[in-house]
């Protein structure tokens, strides 16, 4: 898989694993993304990461509460920002005092001995995790 194949990549695994991550819960789509990490490499990239995050937000298109776990990749032979894209799955919740008392932090795969337990057992994860977001959105972007 190439970075710019990643969305339409992970649908698929994800569809095969009957999963809809259009309806899917928090434990569902990170759990897929993690198993999606590890089973589907990235044959153009020197780097591929996972990055957990959490936090109250305002984009622009009003005020949510994200849980989010994005896969970075770093593609051999590009420089700069040219080499870095994320295929990104975002869970959005209305905010409230109970999200809001999160904060708003990240976890990089790297850092974290045991990246799925401490997911697994944040309380971010656990605040939603099979919760029915608002909006998920999946995207892939360059940097």
């Known amino acids: 898989m190439k970075p710019a194949e990643s969305v339409q990549a992970f649908r698929d ?4 694993k009957g999963i809809d991550l259009n309806a899917s819960t928090p434990r569902v789509g ?4 993690l198993e999606f990490r590890a089973q589907a490499g990235c044959v153009a990239c020197s780097d591929d990461i996972l990055l957990y995050q959490w936090g109250t937000y305002d984009w622009g298109n009003g005020k949510y509460f994200e849980l989010d776990i994005t ?4 593609e051999a032979g590009l420089e700069d920002d040219d080499a870095i894209s994320q295929l990104s799955l ?5 905010p409230g005092a109970e999200l809001d008392a999160l904060g708003t932090s990240n976890c990089w795969e790297d850092a974290t001995p045991d990246f799925r337990r401490f997911i697994l057992e944040s309380a971010s994860f656990i605040s939603v995790a099979d919760a029915k977001a608002e909006q998920i959105d999946l995207r892939h972007s360059y940097v």
């Open 13 to 16: 695994f994800a569809a095969s």
């Open 90 to 94: 975002t869970y959005k919740y209305q």
């Open 71 to 74: 896969r970075q990749f770093i």
């Open 30 to 33: 990170i759990e897929a993304m």
